[in-house]
């Protein structure tokens, strides 16, 4: 295994091998890095290289006055989701990200959201391979986006996300 330097955006997740990366252990601890995320009582259930998925339980306390969820808990479903992607697509170099930041969204409702649903997000590879090739530092941005669907693969709502990604020249050895 190789170690480095915690810092930055890897602080979060100290027991991370980058040469062999365990999602699992990337999911599980991104499920409470979140304290609002309790609120809508989402669940991050899968955290992989190329997506993520959130679920937002079929529960009362996450419906608007007209019985569907409200768009409050969809756009934090689909935040976590697009924030989890990242990490996922970024992984092996998780220990150069100093910050994640969400710069900009943009929501379009499709569907009314009843049930259960799922954010399934995404960043742009192409972006993401930017990151993850810089070696002197810098400032990078980086698009993503989700996608809500209920239980029968409706789509309820589309998400786009603009980030700006701060990545440090040191790669040293702890």
Known sequence: M????????????????????DYEYLRAVSQDMVPFAERVGTLVSEIGPDRAVVQIPAVDSVRNHMGTVHAGALFTAADIAGAA????AAATRLF???R?????????Y?????????????????????????VGGGR???????????????????????????????????
């Open 2 to 21: 190789t170690t480095r330097e915690i810092a930055g955006f890897a602080a979060a997740y100290p027991e991370l091998d980058y040469d062999a990366v």
């Open 96 to 98: 150069t990200i100093e």
């Open 85 to 88: 992607a990242f990490v996922g």
């Open 100 to 108: 994640l930041v969400l710069r900009a969204g943009t929501a379009s």
């Open 110 to 134: 499709r569907k009314p959201a009843v049930g259960r649903i799922r954010a399934v997000a995404t960043v742009d590879q192409r972006d993401c391979a930017d990151v993850l090739g810089a």
């Open 140 to 174: 990078f941005e980086l698009a993503g986006r989700a996608l809500l669907l209920d239980d029968n693969d409706v789509v309820v709502a589309k998400f786009t996300f603009d980030y700006v990604c701060d990545v440090t020249a040191t790669e040293t050895p702890r």
